[in-house]
């Protein structure tokens, strides 16, 4: 629930932001934004879905599975007051940026105590495990660097050195920690959107190894600023993104779920994920288009999966929550086509029109992407909020359903005394209890 209103506020401030007309920079309410959507809505969600992610991929009990999920409401809480001290008093972004990370940590290390656990499991299990540990090293590391800038905006850190630092900050959290999860997750998730799995086992291995590798050489390049590992980094994440796309592309085609939105949002994610690729390139050949890139990246990639993840998976969690684990609920039952169709193109526009405002500097263009896109994340929520509504009804109609079998099937005390008779007695006595209208009923079956 924090992760959906981080992505409806993430909207509204980037409203406030292109009509303030301070989209040609990273500005303090940029920096805001940036963090709301990578941490309030992405990371927080990401986070939580481990927690079901980790016990169902490796059959693994979490270690200190209290301290975990305690570390995600100081998150929540932190991510908030990180985002308003971006806004209004940067004196303040150092110390909250300091909890974020303290939370972020407590949660790495109970997952850390569970993943080390693998003694006992089978070959794929353990190299699961071993694949979220090196995620999370990740995050870690993306944490690490997030708080040294914090502390720099803060004024308690002074360098020349932390003006490369951003670039290789975000890099990294774009494709060692949001990219790289989403890889790995998305082959279990992808297959019950799609009814369809992946025909090309080798393609998993080249795109987490050249993602890890080249997500680690970018950033250390561009920390350091040698063009001699940006490249080669740049490329190797390329290649990991391009063959990601080329995998869940032939899976989406074919697809054999008929719940098609699911699938389209998948399909579009990818699309993004190559442009902003492309963006990415244009940038460290020299062109101004780094705010696209980073638009691109969050939004049009990491945010449209998501939304795909929203409307199959989290459905089922809704069908789940009210009807019992043994549902077999499918999301198309539960939700409006309309609503879904509706919010997939208005998503899609916003993607554009935001994109292309802040590769052009077009503030206008930007201010509509954002509207477009509130309006895209109102309708998704009513489709949510309908969904509940229909689970939570049909589990009450249910209920009063079986308890009124129940009812009818109770004995009639009154009649327990009576002789049961023979077989041939009981027969006669519930054919003359049929009524005429029955008789022609069960004949018309």
Same mark, same amino acid.
């Given at each position: 629930?924090?992760?959906?209103?981080?992505? &409806?506020?993430? @909207?509204?401030?980037?409203?406030?932001?292109?009509?303030?007309?301070?989209?040609?920079?990273?500005?303090?309410?940029?920096?805001?934004?940036?963090?709301?959507?990578?941490?309030? @809505?992405?990371?927080?969600?990401?986070?939580?879905?481990?927690?079901?992610?980790?016990?169902?991929?490796?059959?693994?009990?979490? !270690?200190?599975? &209290?301290?975990?999920?305690?570390?995600?409401?100081?998150?929540?809480?932190?991510?908030?007051?990180?985002?308003?001290?971006?806004?209004? %008093?940067?004196?303040?972004?150092?110390?909250?940026?300091?909890?974020?990370?303290?939370?972020?940590?407590? =949660?790495?290390?109970?997952?850390?105590?569970?993943?080390?656990?693998?003694?006992?499991?089978?070959?794929?299990?353990?190299?699961?495990?071993? %694949?979220?540990?090196?995620?999370?090293?990740?995050?870690?590391?993306?944490?690490?660097?997030?708080?040294?800038?914090?502390?720099? #905006?803060?004024?308690?850190?002074?360098?020349?050195?932390?003006?490369?630092?951003?670039?290789?900050?975000?890099? $990294?959290?774009? =494709?060692?920690?949001?990219? *790289?999860?989403? =890889?790995?997750?998305?082959?279990?998730?992808?297959?019950?959107?799609?009814?369809?799995?992946?025909?090309?086992? @080798?393609?998993?291995?080249?795109?987490?190894?050249?993602? +890890?590798?080249?997500?680690?050489?970018?950033?250390?390049? *561009?920390?350091?600023?040698?063009?001699?590992?940006?490249?080669?980094?740049?490329?190797?994440?390329?290649?990991?993104?391009?063959?990601?796309?080329?995998?869940?592309?032939?899976?989406?085609?074919?697809?054999?779920?008929?719940? !098609?939105?699911?699938?389209?949002?998948?399909?579009?994610?990818?699309?993004?994920? +190559?442009?902003?690729?492309?963006?990415?390139?244009?940038?460290? /050949?020299?062109?101004?288009?780094? #705010?696209? =890139?980073?638009?691109?990246? $969050?939004?049009?990639?990491?945010?449209?999966?998501?939304?795909?993840?929203?409307?199959? +998976?989290?459905?089922?969690?809704?069908?789940?929550?009210?009807?019992?684990?043994?549902?077999?609920?499918?999301?198309?039952?539960?939700?409006?086509?309309?609503?879904?169709?509706?919010?997939?193109? #208005?998503?899609?526009?916003?993607?554009?029109?935001?994109?292309?405002?802040?590769?052009?500097?077009?503030? @206008?263009?930007?201010?509509?992407?954002?509207?477009?896109?509130?309006?895209?994340?109102?309708?998704?929520? $009513?489709? #949510?909020? $309908?969904?509940? &509504?229909?689970?939570?009804?049909?589990?009450?109609?249910?209920?009063? /359903?079986?308890?009124?079998?129940?009812?009818?099937?109770?004995?009639?005390?009154?009649?327990?005394?009576?002789?049961?008779?023979?077989?041939?007695?009981?027969?006669?006595?519930?054919?003359?209890?049929?009524?005429?209208?029955?008789?022609?009923?069960?004949?018309?079956?």
């Amino acid at each position: 629930m924090f992760a959906q209103a981080a992505a &409806g506020l993430s @909207w509204m401030l980037l409203l406030w932001i292109a009509l303030h007309g301070s989209i040609d920079s990273i500005s303090g309410p940029a920096l805001a934004w940036i963090h709301l959507v990578a941490i309030g @809505w992405f990371s927080v969600a990401a986070l939580a879905v481990l927690l079901h992610v980790i016990p169902g991929f490796t059959d693994l009990r979490w !270690r200190f599975e &209290g301290v975990a999920r305690a570390s995600l409401g100081v998150l929540a809480v932190g991510v908030v007051a990180f985002a308003l001290s971006l806004f209004a %008093a940067q004196r303040f972004a150092g110390i909250t940026a300091v909890a974020i990370a303290a939370a972020l940590l407590c =949660y790495v290390i109970a997952a850390w105590a569970t993943l080390a656990q693998t003694r006992q499991l089978e070959r794929t299990e353990r190299a699961i495990a071993r %694949a979220i540990s090196l995620v999370l090293v990740m995050l870690v590391a993306v944490a690490a660097m997030g708080v040294l800038l914090a502390l720099d #905006l803060s004024g308690s850190v002074v360098g020349a050195w932390i003006a490369r630092l951003p670039a290789a900050h975000a890099n $990294l959290g774009f =494709y060692g920690w949001l990219s *790289l999860l989403v =890889y790995g997750v998305s082959v279990r998730t992808v297959r019950p959107i799609c009814g369809a799995t992946s025909r090309f086992a @080798w393609m998993h291995v080249l795109v987490g190894t050249s993602t +890890l590798v080249g997500a680690s050489m970018l950033a250390a390049g *561009l920390a350091i600023g040698k063009a001699s590992i940006i490249w080669p980094g740049a490329v190797l994440v390329g290649v990991g993104a391009v063959a990601y796309a080329a995998d869940v592309g032939d899976i989406v085609r074919r697809a054999t779920t008929r719940h !098609r939105p699911p699938q389209a949002f998948v399909a579009v994610s990818v699309i993004w994920l +190559l442009v902003a690729v492309a963006f990415g390139a244009s940038v460290l /050949a020299g062109r101004p288009f780094a #705010l696209a =890139y980073g638009f691109l990246l $969050l939004v049009g990639w990491v945010g449209q999966i998501m939304n795909a993840h929203m409307l199959h +998976l989290g459905t089922r969690v809704i069908a789940t929550v009210y009807r019992g684990d043994d549902d077999e609920t499918r999301p198309s039952e539960l939700l409006d086509v309309r609503l879904s169709w509706t919010s997939f193109v #208005l998503f899609q526009g916003a993607v554009a029109f935001t994109a292309c405002g802040l590769a052009f500097d077009l503030p @206008w263009s930007v201010a509509c992407g954002a509207i477009i896109g509130a309006g895209a994340w109102i309708v998704m929520t $009513l489709n #949510l909020v $309908l969904a509940r &509504g229909h689970a939570r009804n049909s589990h009450g109609s249910l209920a009063n /359903a079986e308890r009124a079998c129940e009812l009818h099937d109770e004995p009639n005390p009154s009649n327990e005394s009576e002789p049961s008779g023979d077989a041939e007695t009981i027969e006669k006595g519930q054919n003359s209890r049929k009524h005429p209208q029955d008789e022609d009923r069960i004949a018309e079956a």
